[in-house]
């Protein structure tokens, strides 16, 4: 054998030997002495039954150990409390433990440990951080039983009959801090009656938890609060929710806890319940920290679950029951929580049965589906909940709602969303108005941009109500499409836009205090109306609306057979506007009924000009048409036997440029031309034009009337006159006007032949005669062929009165002018002298009779009065001197 080999041979021996000796003698040394100095070099005490170190791998095998802090008030490290049974380590980093006061291992088996350890107390992060005293690869726990404490003896974690393997354990009071008490990279446990603190005010309890080839089941999970809810109002006034949550069975795998991260996959939750308690604490508007926690779900199922949500008071705020959802890749992380929904997500479906929310309105869900590309909801139903006047209750019923989504996103907490279409259908039930005054701008909100596409509702019956005059849609279908909604230039207010729409209604009606408005068929679009069989019907008596009215008011009775509109638009923007090219009323039938017996009304009455002038949207009507219609004007006083009437039949009217001067480049001039039979008897036709821009209202009117026999009139000057024409005919009658509302003038001519008049008593029954032959001896019976025109001049209007009111006062002056003559002044003084006249002669005429009967006489002076008596008899009827007047 050669040297050199013999020479290593003896080395190795040698250094086999010494490794052997140094092994006994660290063997001997760590049974003897390891206690001893881990006590004086560590802030432990530990004794064990049996210790086995290889000092070649670094494998270490103990059993029946005990362990303790050396102070237990030292709070500056992890105290360790209690016994294992066996101990084995793997590859004992020896030269840590000596000189840097460090166990560490590769692999760690602790068997049947029953321990306590409280964490130690949170280091200043400005001071340098201790390091911690273990540090394990790899570490497995059988049949353990742990309990760990916050440095404060609060109970943090805890667990019984736990079998764990984790890879990289790594647990410190910073990890609590992170919210995450233990993170590693991999795992496998089971345990029981596991319990965790989080904080003062929850607890999590589960009863037992198993994994099986990455599979995790933890059965009977629970979020308890720790405190009542008036202690929770109490010690946290300025919290705004405390909760309460189980979950008797969840599965999940590939759990992943890293620093501030938790990753899983395939998490399955059954049967959970959620109780969520409001304070009614406001939100502090200040932002609140983000916090560095983040959340990785890779799939999320929750089966069956349960969620109530209660008002301060108690009460149930919201509940839903078999809610079931399904959620794909599910992250919440620092940018997340800054959104309005603070989780992001890839894919989900959700649904739910007997939702029900209760607030000032009920509202209840029968079922729900959604996903983030399209929803359904079924039976849902709306009624009123606690009474508050002032804002809108809805009373609605509807089967099936159904809508599909282009996109919905958050930005910049900001709502983008895009709704490809919404179905509504069987919508049935009634919307209250509330008291408060609608906002003019509605404040943005959350909304960035909204877009719908299409909105339909179909067969549906809704009643609007407002300040009980209810609007009632039956068999209601309407469209809309390319609904707009974001914010205006200036950031503040919303803006809204509706680019096209289509709606049908049948049987529509609007009831107020006096009317039922009825629509037997309404189709409206952007460019088309048209309404059948539209009714205005008086919903009292005149004698009834008589005594409900303060001051003087029209009644209206309206029919039409169709009212038809073409053009264009807007009436749901901010910019709403009306052009339309022809508007055409076909069949009305219209009875306008006005009593004198309520006062006058003192406002001031616009002319129409400035009628049109205040419409505050741009309305512009090229052509308005009312065709075949019939027009009846009836009015009564206190003293007329029942109301005179006017009726104007085969009513047809043109109006040219109907607008409000809104429009620039569009002519402001209004042409109105009407052609019909006055009193179904003689032609009339009007022309009447005025500009709505200009601010001074003029206006112009004239007309025509012929062939008109003068008892036609009669049915409007009898009853409250008491007069009646008894013979003639207005041949031609002629007027042309000009004012503004100071009054107006003109010209007037009449044309008429063998004109009598037959003046009433105030029955309408017998002809007075002696007034009746004064009133025609001042009466023109005949004009002559060709009557001059007479000038109407210095008319003045009552501002209180309507236009026509002034207008008639015209046609007055223009008739006393023509009938009676144009010194109207003279000769009604000479009436008033002769019925003076009259007056005194009667008033004689009683004396006379009075003194005959006082006075005694002879049967000749007797005989004489007789002939007296019956001579002024003959000229004097008995008449008291009201019918005198």
């Given at each position: 054998m050669k040297k050199w080999v013999k020479r290593l041979l003896i080395s190795f021996g040698i250094l086999a030997g010494l490794l052997l000796v140094a092994n006994f003698g660290l063997n001997f040394w760590l049974k003897t002495q390891l206690p001893e100095y881990i006590k004086k070099n560590t802030d432990y005490k530990v004794s064990y039954e049996t210790l086995d170190v290889d000092l070649s791998t670094g494998n270490i095998l103990a059993t029946g150990i005990s362990v303790n802090n050396k102070d237990p008030q030292n709070t500056a490290v992890i105290g360790l409390q209690g016994t294992v049974d066996t101990l084995k380590v793997s590859r004992f980093g020896i030269y840590d433990a000596i000189f840097n006061k460090t166990i560490s291992s590769s692999d760690l088996l602790v068997a049947k440990p029953n321990l306590n350890i409280i964490l130690a107390k949170p280091v200043n992060k400005k001071k340098e951080k201790k390091k911690s005293p273990f540090l394990f690869e790899n570490i497995r726990i059988n049949d353990g039983e742990i309990a760990v404490f916050r440095h404060t003896k609060q109970k943090f974690i805890s667990v019984q009959k736990l079998n764990l393997f984790v890879e990289n354990l790594q647990m410190t009071e910073e990890s609590v801090e992170n919210k995450l008490p233990v993170v590693f990279d991999r795992y496998s446990i089971q345990g029981e009656k596991f319990f965790f603190r989080p904080d003062n005010v929850y607890a999590i309890t589960i009863n037992t938890i198993n994994t099986a080839d990455g599979q995790m089941s933890v059965e009977n999970f629970k979020l308890i609060p720790l405190l009542s809810f008036e202690q929770f109002k109490k010690y946290y006034p300025k919290k705004t929710q405390l909760f309460e949550f189980s979950i008797p069975k969840m599965d999940f795998k590939d759990v992943v806890l890293n620093k501030n991260k938790v990753a899983l996959a395939d998490a399955e939750f059954e049967n959970p319940l959620l109780t969520v308690y409001n304070t009614g604490a406001k939100k502090e508007k200040k932002e609140e920290e983000r916090s560095n926690f983040e959340v990785n779900l890779e799939n999320i199922k929750l089966k069956n679950a349960v969620a109530q949500i209660n008002k301060p008071d108690g009460n149930k705020l919201l509940s839903a029951a078999n809610l079931n959802l399904n959620i794909n890749k599910l992250v919440f992380n620092k940018e997340t929580s800054k959104q309005i929904i603070p989780v992001g997500y890839n894919d989900f479906t959700f649904s739910g049965k007997d939702i029900t929310y209760s607030d000032h309105q009920n509202i209840n869900i029968g079922s729900i589906a959604l996903k983030p590309t399209n929803g359904e909801i079924n039976n849902v139903s709306f009624t009123p909940g606690s009474p508050e006047s002032e804002k809108t209750t809805m009373n609605l019923k509807t089967n099936h709602i159904a809508f599909n989504i282009n996109k919905l996103e958050f930005a910049n907490k900001k709502l983008n969303l895009d709704i490809k279409d919404v179905l509504i259908e069987n919508l049935n039930g009634t919307i209250k108005a509330g008291e408060n005054k609608a906002k003019k701008n509605a404040s943005p909100g959350i909304i960035q941009s909204v877009i719908v596409r299409k909105v339909s509702l179909r067969n549906s019956n809704i009643i609007y109500d407002k300040e009980k005059e209810p609007l009632a849609f039956h068999d209601l279908n309407a469209t809309v499409n390319d609904i707009e909604i974001g914010t205006k230039p200036n950031g503040q207010n919303l803006s809204f836009k509706v680019k096209n729409y289509f709606l049908t209604t049948r049987n529509f009606a609007y009831k107020t205090q006096f009317y039922n408005i009825s629509v037997g068929l309404l189709k409206l679009n952007k460019n088309k109306v048209q309404i059948n069989n539209f009714g205005m019907k008086p919903l009292v008596s005149r004698a009834q609306f008589i005594k409900m009215i303060p001051v003087e008011r029209d009644l209206y009775d309206l029919k039409a057979g169709q009212i038809s509109a073409e053009g264009e638009w807007d009436l749901f923007s901010h910019n709403k506007f009306i052009n339309a090219s022809h508007v055409t009323i076909q069949s009305a039938d219209?009875?306008?009924?006005?009593?004198?017996?309520?006062?006058?009304?003192?406002?001031?009455?616009?002319?129409?000009?400035?009628?049109?002038?205040?419409?505050?949207?741009?309305?512009?009507?090229?052509?308005?048409?009312?065709?075949?219609?019939?027009?009846?004007?009836?009015?009564d006083t206190p003293e007329s036997m029942g109301p005179g009437k006017l009726t104007f039949s085969n009513f047809n009217m043109n109006v040219k440029n109907l607008n409000s001067a809104k429009t620039k480049g569009k002519p402001t001039k209004v042409d109105i031309k009407i052609n019909c039979s006055f009193m179904n008897l003689a032609p009339l036709s009007v022309n009447w034009n005025f500009d709505v821009a200009d601010q001074n209202d003029g206006f112009a009117i004239s007309g025509k009337t012929s062939n008109l026999p003068a008892n036609g009139i009669n049915p409007f000057i009898r009853p409250y006159l008491h007069v009646t024409a008894t013979a003639g005919t207005i041949q031609e009658m002629l007027f042309n006007f000009k004012g503004n509302p100071a009054g107006l003038h003109g010209t007037f001519n009449l044309k008429h032949k063998d004109l009598k008049i037959a003046v009433l008593n105030k029955h309408n029954h017998e002809k007075k005669g002696f007034l009746t032959a004064v009133a025609n001896v001042f009466l023109k019976s005949n004009s002559g062929s060709f009557p001059e025109s007479v000038t109407v001049e210095n008319v003045e209007r009552d501002p209180t009165k309507s236009f026509f009111n002034l207008f008639w006062k015209g046609i007055e002056q223009g008739l006393k002018k023509t009938l009676i003559g144009k010194n109207v002044e003279k000769t009604e003084a000479k009436v008033k002298n002769a019925v003076s006249t009259v007056k005194d002669m009667k008033q004689s005429v009683k004396e006379i009779k009075q003194e005959i009967k006082d006075k005694k006489s002879s049967p000749n002076e007797q005989e004489e009065n007789k002939e007296k008596k019956g001579f002024f008899n003959k000229i004097f009827k008995k008449k008291d001197d009201a019918e005198v007047k």
């Open positions: 219209a009875n306008i009924f006005r009593s004198k017996i309520p006062k006058d009304d003192p406002k001031i009455k616009a002319l129409y000009s400035k009628m049109l002038r205040s419409i505050k949207i741009p309305m512009n009507i090229n052509n308005l048409d009312l065709k075949n219609s019939v027009l009846v004007y009836e009015e």
